[in-house]
């Protein structure tokens, strides 16, 4: 089988390891350079508890989701030879500030209990009991021992050279314009220029872009890019310690000293400036979070598009239209977490072997059953 994987994303990577592991005929064709859109932009959290906003399908997907991840990885590294940089044991810790943070965070505490998950609530000594740089304004916290954060851009590589050397083939400077049907089914896509690139099934992986290319807008699938901006500060290297959220922020340590504090959610359309009043969010959360941050040395900063749905669930499926095309975007604030479950569904989908977790709840069809979607937009 010829698959084509459009973009060469998080998402687009892993699919195509797992389909070359499969023993399909791969090639990924990219616009630009391999991994510098949101994938690289990112703050590599593993966190699927931390994250919700609510219990449902898409949670449960997420938990299995850092399964699947944990499980892949030795596999990963291994064949990659790249080890991104895996925090297994940093946790999270949320922090409330004020009583509605802490209604607030107790009511995620309770709908994930229900869902069977564990969360611990603890007070804000406890807290910095864990983390002696959090703020003594902090009165209480989420604490999630088990959620991790990995270096994001070290691992869409190691997904990329995994592909690679399982026989995958990269297209970069080359942007798909249009999906090609014969007869109803997938026969090629059209890239910049003209060119044709035949194959048995395409996976459309094309994150925040996925919509711009033409010939599949009988799908109704639309893709809007949500803007999240991100501030690097430059502390010590190996200060080991919990990513630290708050409902305004978070502040994620990388091994090498450095500081991710995010972030933003923006309809800037496909504009990925820095913004004062982004950066000024940004810096507030994370000095209330961590007063210690005023005096570290700015280093960068650095914007990345979202790929969001109207519901803002994840595209994973067959087009209810086009035989042989394949959707596997939408993945919005949670694309890295999810990059190995979605390349090990994936693939098994478009192999023909049957998935292992249930996608219905992310199938393209519901955009085009329903017609029109409220929301985004
Ligand atoms: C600030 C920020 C923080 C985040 N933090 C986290 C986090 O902590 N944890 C987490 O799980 N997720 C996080 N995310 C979300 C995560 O980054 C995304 O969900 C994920 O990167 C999406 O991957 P992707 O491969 O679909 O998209 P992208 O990485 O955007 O890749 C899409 C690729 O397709 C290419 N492309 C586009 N159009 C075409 C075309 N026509 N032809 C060929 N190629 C094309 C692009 O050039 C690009 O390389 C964060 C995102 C941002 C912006």
Not at 102 to 114: C, P, T, V, Y
Not at 179 to 188: L, M, N, Q, V, Y
Not at 331 to 345: P, V
């Amino acid at each position: 089988m010829k698959a084509l994987v459009i973009g060469a994303g998080i998402i687009g990577n892993a699919v195509a390891w797992r389909l070359a592991r499969a023993g399909a005929n791969v090639t990924i064709l990219e616009r630009g350079r391999a991994g510098q859109e949101a994938s690289w932009a990112a703050a590599g959290m593993i966190a699927p508890q931390a994250e919700a906003e609510g219990a449902g399908p898409f949670l449960r997907f997420c938990v299995e989701g850092k399964n699947a991840f944990e499980a892949l990885l030795p596999e990963l590294i291994a064949e990659s030879g790249i080890d991104p940089e895996y925090d297994q044991g940093s946790g999270v810790l949320y922090l409330a500030f004020n009583d509605k943070d802490r209604a607030e965070l107790g009511a995620r505490a309770k709908s994930q209990r229900e869902a069977g998950l564990q969360v611990d609530e603890i007070s804000g000594e406890q807290a910095r009991k864990i983390a002696p740089a959090v703020s003594p304004q902090a009165i209480s916290a989420l604490y999630f021992p088990h959620e991790n954060r990995i270096e994001n851009r070290q691992l869409t590589q190691a997904f990329l050279v995994a592909a690679l050397k399982a026989g995958a083939r990269l297209m970069e400077d080359s942007r798909v314009e249009a999906i090609e049907t014969r007869g109803g089914k997938f026969a090629a896509v059209r890239v910049q220029g003209g060119d044709l690139v035949e194959g048995d099934v395409a996976i459309n992986a094309a994150g925040s872009w996925a919509s711009v290319i033409r010939g599949a807008e009988a799908d109704n699938v639309r893709l809007y890019p949500v803007r999240g901006q991100i501030v690097c500060f430059q502390t010590r290297p190996n200060l080991i310690g919990p990513s630290i959220f708050s409902l305004r922020g978070y502040a994620v340590p990388r091994r090498d000293g450095r500081m991710l504090a995010g972030s933003t959610r923006e309809m800037a359309r496909y504009s990925k400036d820095v913004t004062l009043e982004g950066m000024e969010g940004i810096v507030r959360a994370a000095r209330d979070m961590l007063p210690s941050l005023s005096g570290m040395r700015f280093r960068e900063a650095w914007a990345g598009l979202r790929p969001a749905t109207a519901d803002f669930l994840p595209v994973l499926g067959p087009s209810p239209t086009i035989a042989g095309l394949y959707y596997a975007t939408g993945h919005f604030r949670s694309g890295i977490l999810l990059a190995a479950i979605t390349g090990r569904e994936m693939a098994a989908m478009v192999t023909g072997s049957k998935p292992a977790v249930d996608l219905a709840p992310f199938s393209p069809a519901r955009f085009n059953n329903a017609g029109r979607h409220a929301g985004l937009g």
